[in-house]
């Protein structure tokens, strides 16, 4: 097994080129929010809670579609579009990125 390389990105600079890629695979916004957030405000059942999915997570990735609401209400293409981004494209370039953790997120 090869041994992992280190990220030649970290913080900002890795938020910066998570947006810059997300852009491209066609999401309108791009977030992170420290994992403390659900904690703090309490609208979430803790079982569906950041930490209680990765035990080690401190941001969590926000992304958005804009959508007006007839293409919501009768297509799927807007779950598509998330499943290409977030089941496969963004996780497969973040570990290109040097299979960082993200752990290395810090908001």
């Not at 009768?74 to 990125?97: F, M």
Request: net charge negative; proline share 8%; charged share 30%.
């Amino acid at each position: 097994m090869e041994p992992r390389k280190k990220s030649s990105v970290e913080g900002q600079e890795l938020k910066d080129h998570i947006i810059e890629f997300c852009e491209a695979q066609g999401a309108d916004l791009v977030g992170f929010a420290p994992v403390e957030r659900w904690d703090d405000a309490g609208e979430v059942p803790p079982d569906f809670r950041p930490r209680a999915l990765w035990p080690t997570a401190l941001t969590v990735i926000v992304i958005g579609l804009q959508m007006p609401l007839p293409i919501v209400e009768t297509t799927l293409w807007s779950e598509e579009l998330l499943k290409r981004v977030l089941a496969s494209a963004l996780p497969d370039y973040i570990k290109k990125e040097g299979e960082i953790s993200l752990a290395k997120l810090k908001t």
